[in-house]
């Protein structure tokens, strides 16, 4: 049941609400944002998309502009509180309802996964990390593996700093990152996992320049403050019964306190929820409610940072609100080329460069950039006087790649993975709706490329190794990549690589491509241009023309 409240003349207005109601609203306003076992007090400005809600405690709006403060959802509290607006000269642009709801808070307080004794100690840490060690001072400087393939890996030091490179977890078991003190990202780092990576925290994260980290934190001091436009992929549990969140990083997760005082300040940017005994807030902060990176509705044991998704209708290319365009190109020139005359390479791994300028030729060719002005990367390691810049550039811009200052580098000669890819792909031909969720078995919701790679399987154009698997961490080979673009494109049987125009034979030019192959095919139609699904070898534009972006 929900009631609206008449707002009337007065400098300060409390409304108590006396009524009792059922369950949230079934709408999209009624999902919280923010879920609060007590009060909820916004004193500085936000904009938050869903609803916020309060067990057992009071809302309370700050004096805000209708400009700077928006709440585009519910404010829900239970029997016997209120909802207060201080200002009504000053009212905040509040678009959803007053209502009086039973509201659950099922959630319970978490705790940090326990360290294990015994932990040999060293003095530096290698590149490939396989078992635990503990060190006094970490600094990672390059690129570090840790596998997890012989059981958990515990990595503890006093204090961590990043100033570039990349920590990426492999095998199915978990990683964890323990940091007695501080720890700082102080330029362009990466840090990837499928949602089996914990960062444990003694005192606040410093995001200085740009840094992206796919990771489940635990803060147990009483403030997190990560400043420098940060991204992190998985869920923050605050683990004091205070805690002051400052920064203007982007939050893709929960911040889940159910046993926390949370305080906001700064610019910072949540999609999912916030799980709270308390909420106040003082900055400029924005909170998107998003099912795919919230967490239950019964809660969490704190422990697998696990997430649930409500509705699996999700909007994966939002940067420049590119919709779709499968079945919309059309091209029937050859798309790759070989290394030089003899050779194609058809089993070696593609590079990032030649993936991004591979489907980069085909949507210039289609009129499909949506609005992009010819540019450089933003990367260091990308040149504008590179042959594939500008390809990289596109995808910058339609948030495939992301680059900010520092030494955040693309590293564009290095092999794409199977997952880098099915992004790549989702983002530009606009696919945003998953309509069959976990496709693979190896693909779990948590891995950071599981919509791109579902939403594409839901489309037929992945149809993974024939096992129910899709090994989303392999690099992907240019057999398998043209594979895929042939579906895109729709070059089947209906193309004739063996004949070309004038009835002649045609052979391939190749010497390492096998006949026999599974993709001889699909490499065939790629490399060759057609009319009238023959081969036509003067509609065969050369790879420098494909590849002038000056126009």
Same mark, same amino acid.
């Given at each position: ?13 409390a409304?108590i609400?006396?009524l009792?109601?059922s ?10 944002a923010v ?8 004193l500085g ?34 029997d ?5 607006f ?8 509040f678009? @959803?309802? *007053?209502? !009086? ?5 099922? +959630?319970?307080? /978490?705790?940090?996964?326990? %360290?294990? $004794?015994g932990?040999a100690?060293?003095s ?13 001072s970490?600094r ?5 593996t ?18 570039? @490179?990349? *920590?990426? !977890?492999?095998g199915?078991?978990?990683? +964890?990152?323990? /940091?007695?003190?501080?720890? %700082?990202? $102080?330029?362009g780092?990466?840090i990837?996992?499928d949602?089996?990576?914990?960062i ?19 803060v147990?001091d009483?403030?997190l403050?990560?400043n420098?436009?940060g991204?992190?992929? @998985?869920? *923050? ?23 926390t ?6 610019a ?6 916030v ?15 998003d ?29 420049v ?9 059309s091209?029937?020139g ?7 005359d ?13 993936a991004?300028a ?20 933003t ?32 590293s ?10 099915a ?9 945003s ?14 891995n ?28 992907m ?26 009835g002649n ?8 491509m096998?006949s ?21 070898f ?14």
């Amino acid at each position: 049941m929900k009631k609206t409240i008449l707002i009337t003349a007065a400098s300060i207005l409390a409304v108590i609400l006396c009524l009792s109601a059922s369950v949230f609203a079934s709408s999209a306003s009624g999902h919280p944002a923010v879920i609060s076992n007590g009060n909820i007090s916004l004193l500085g400005s936000y904009y938050i998309e869903g609803s916020i809600a309060s067990a057992s405690g009071n809302i309370s709006f700050g004096a805000g502009s209708a400009s700077s403060c928006i709440l585009d959802g519910d404010a829900i509290v239970t029997d016997g509180h209120s909802v207060t607006f201080f200002n009504q000269w000053n009212m905040p642009d509040f678009r @959803g309802e *007053i209502v !009086v709801s039973d509201v659950d808070f099922p +959630y319970t307080p /978490v705790s940090a996964p326990a %360290t294990p $004794s015994g932990i040999a100690s060293a003095s530096s840490l290698p590149y490939n990390v396989t078992e635990s060690v503990a060190v006094s001072s970490l600094r990672f400087g390059g690129d570090y593996t840790i596998d997890t393939s012989a059981g958990d890996v515990w990595i503890i030091a006093d204090t961590v700093t990043f100033p570039y @490179g990349s *920590i990426n !977890v492999t095998g199915s078991n978990n990683a +964890y990152i323990v /940091v007695n003190n501080s720890i %700082t990202f $102080s330029g362009g780092t990466e840090i990837n996992s499928d949602g089996n990576l914990s960062i444990i925290l003694g005192t606040g994260v410093a995001y200085n320049n740009y840094s992206v980290a796919y990771a489940n934190l635990y803060v147990t001091d009483n403030q997190l403050a990560a400043n420098g436009g940060g991204t992190l992929y @998985g869920n *923050i549990y605050l683990l004091n019964d205070v805690c002051s969140v400052s920064g203007n990083f982007s939050l893709y997760g929960t911040i889940y306190g159910s046993d926390t005082d949370i305080s906001m300040s700064g610019a910072a940017t949540v999609y999912g929820t916030v799980v709270a005994d308390s909420f106040s807030n003082t900055g400029n902060f924005t909170i998107i409610y998003d099912p795919y990176y919230s967490l239950p509705d019964e809660g969490n044991s704190g422990n697998t940072g696990s997430t649930t998704v409500e509705d699996t209708s999700l909007i994966l290319c939002n940067s420049v609100g590119r919709t779709s365009i499968l079945g919309a190109l059309s091209f029937d020139g050859a798309y790759i080329y070989g290394y030089n005359d003899t050779e194609m390479a058809p089993e070696m791994n593609v590079k990032r460069s030649e993936a991004s300028a591979m489907l980069y030729r085909i949507l210039k060719q289609n009129d499909e950039l949506d609005g992009y002005v010819l540019s450089g990367s933003t990367f260091p390691d990308v040149s504008e006087n590179d042959w594939f810049g500008s390809a990289i550039g596109f995808f910058e811009y339609i948030g495939v790649y992301n680059s900010n200052y520092g030494e955040n580098y693309l590293s564009p000669e290095n092999f794409i993975t199977r997952g880098e890819a099915a992004k790549l792909f989702a983002f530009a031909m606009g696919i945003s709706e998953i309509t069959e969720d976990d496709v693979f078995s190896d693909v779990a919701r948590s891995n950071r490329f599981y919509p791109y790679i579902t939403a594409l399987a839901n489309e037929g154009l992945l149809v993974g190794n024939g096992d129910g698997t899709y090994s989303p961490d392999a690099y992907m080979t240019r057999a398998e990549y043209v594979t895929i673009f042939n579906r895109i494109l729709g070059r089947d049987d209906r193309y004739d690589y063996t004949t070309d125009v004038d009835g002649n034979p045609v052979e391939c030019q190749f010497a390492d491509m096998d006949s026999s192959a599974w993709y001889y095919a699909d490499m065939m139609r790629a490399t060759n241009a057609f009319t009238n699904f023959k081969v036509d070898f003067a509609n065969r534009a050369e790879r420098n023309v494909l590849d002038d972006y000056t126009e």
